[in-house]
């Protein structure tokens, strides 16, 4: 099982970034994507996270309005689309996952599974 996070950058404040979770030696249907996010200084904290079985999605406070989760089973990819970033995203995201449902695992990290290595992303103001 191993996943691969994608997509980081540096971007205005306002701007869009779109982050990729590749997973390989499973299907996204049997898992719960989830996305996390550490600051400098900061301790990790849940962002999103999107399972097919049964279908859930949930968000942080922090991100509601402005990014969307999404997969693609097909290609066996989770997505972060990022927009109206604001400097305070700035962070090293990660990508985990879980074969329990988001309903379950939501943004605990301590639940997650498997994690992927982080892809930096810089909003700057």
């Known amino acids: 099982v191993q996943l691969q996070a994608s997509g980081g950058g540096l971007v205005q404040a306002g701007g869009s970034l779109r982050l990729s979770c590749a997973a390989s030696?499973?299907?996204?249907?049997?898992?719960?994507i989830g996305w996390f996010r550490q600051a400098p200084g900061k301790e990790r904290e849940g962002v999103s996270c999107i399972s097919e079985s049964p279908g859930s999605t949930w968000y942080a406070d922090s991100v509601k309005g402005r990014f969307t989760i999404s997969s693609d089973n097909a290609k066996s990819t989770a997505y972060l689309q990022m927009n109206n970033l604001k400097p305070e995203d700035t962070a090293v995201y990660y990508c985990?996952?879980?074969?329990?449902?988001?309903?379950?695992?939501?943004?605990?990290?301590?639940?997650?599974?498997?994690w992927g290595q982080g892809t930096l992303v810089t909003v700057s103001s």
């Open positions: 985990a996952a879980d074969p329990l449902s988001c309903a379950v695992v939501a943004g605990d990290d301590y639940e997650y599974d498997y």
């Open positions: 030696g499973f299907t996204l249907d049997d898992l719960a």
